[in-house]
């Protein structure tokens, strides 16, 4: 393996670290100051710093002619973002949810999921549905900075919101959340260049690629940032960042994405048939966890692990052709995929009985 590639990938996760750390921090310290609350945070500022990556690999992945690269970096990262990474942060800790990501957030990541979906069942998509999910999402963060100006953003004053820092200059704290994001941007470009070059010597295609090595890279923003987030006691903006990442991968990216290259996303039958009905189940499967006690236990967090193992092993057999395939694709859906839509379907109805227990 060439040196350069294998320091670049250690510098990249050094600069992914110190980043996380530094986004987390100018972010947290300005939603006190300025009388935010961390959710709204995590849902605009962070949300959109750490899909800085998906964004810039999406556009001139677009230009270059490599249009799976730019969709499945999208559709990957979400998939990722869900399953991979609120996994992780549900093992570190369980996430208590608030209620604007049960009753809007999620709602709106489930339904530009499913219309992004239906937007590419013609196979491509064209410039002006691009500029109609970027013209959404100017909407949807309109929407959320003025329920904060009314105070509906969340409970502004969290007690997780840490009290240090309030003497100090806005400017200041900007300025740390601004370099963090610089770092961050950096470090995944560095790590996903180094994947990508090993992933394409070993023959691997464009569409694996981008919804693998490219998607994890691209993701590594938010894992770092949110798993920081959540050792910090910062998990309103942990989860708020995760959701408020799949919607601007989709309306932002995507959108910006189709919309500036020449002749839209190409979008292939594999996608279309697998991966972007898996990315829209994914974010359903959001709603029964989230209703059930509004917090993501840790068991639910394993539960979404094993899903995204399982997921990269499909993909990894796909590609390959294994002869393993079939057999793996008859497990999942005979037994494991049935067993855990009656365990959410048990869990969601004893919260429910919790709830409304009869008189």
Request: net charge negative; aromatic share 6%.
């Amino acid at each position: 393996m060439d040196l350069l590639v294998v320091l670049k990938l250690v510098a990249g996760l050094a600069m992914l670290l110190g980043g996380a750390e530094l986004l987390v921090r100018g972010a947290s310290r300005l939603a006190l100051r300025w009388g935010m609350a961390p959710l709204v945070v995590g849902l605009t500022v962070v949300a959109f710093g750490t899909s800085a990556p998906e964004l810039a690999i999406g556009v001139g992945a677009a230009f270059k002619g490599e249009p799976d690269i730019a969709l499945g970096n999208v559709v990957g990262s979400n998939i990722a973002n869900v399953l991979l990474i609120l996994g992780i942060c549900a093992l570190v800790s369980p996430l208590v949810v608030r209620r604007q990501l049960i009753w809007l957030d999620v709602p709106v990541m489930v339904a530009v999921s499913a219309g992004v979906l239906a937007m590419s069942l013609d196979g491509e998509l064209v410039r002006g549905e691009g500029i109609a999910l970027v013209a959404i999402g100017l909407a949807y963060v309109g929407g959320l900075l003025w329920m904060a100006r009314r105070g509906n953003g969340g409970d502004v004053g969290d007690p997780e919101v840490p009290d240090a820092g309030t003497n100090v200059p806005a400017w200041r704290h900007l300025l740390v959340l601004v370099a963090g994001l610089a770092v961050l941007v950096l470090g995944s470009q560095w790590l996903v260049d180094g994947a990508v070059s090993i992933a394409t010597a070993m023959g691997v295609s464009e569409l694996v690629i981008g919804l693998t090595v490219v998607a994890i890279g691209t993701s590594l923003p938010e894992i770092a940032t949110s798993v920081l987030a959540v050792v910090r006691g910062e998990r309103d903006m942990a989860v708020g960042n995760i959701v408020g990442s799949n919607v601007f991968n989709l309306l932002f990216v995507l959108g910006a994405t189709a919309a500036i290259a020449p002749d839209g996303i190409a979008v292939g039958a594999a996608a279309v048939r697998f991966d972007l009905p898996v990315m829209t189940a994914v974010a359903l499967a959001c709603m029964p966890i989230f209703f059930t006690g509004h917090c993501i236990q840790r068991w639910e967090g394993g539960l979404f692990l094993g899903y995204y193992a399982a997921y990269i092993a499909y993909l990894l057999l796909d590609a390959a052709d294994h002869d393993a395939l079939p057999a793996f694709s008859a497990m999942m859906m005979a037994f494991v995929v049935p067993l855990t839509v009656i365990t959410l379907a048990v869990v969601t109805l004893r919260a429910w009985r919790a709830r409304h227990p009869r008189p």
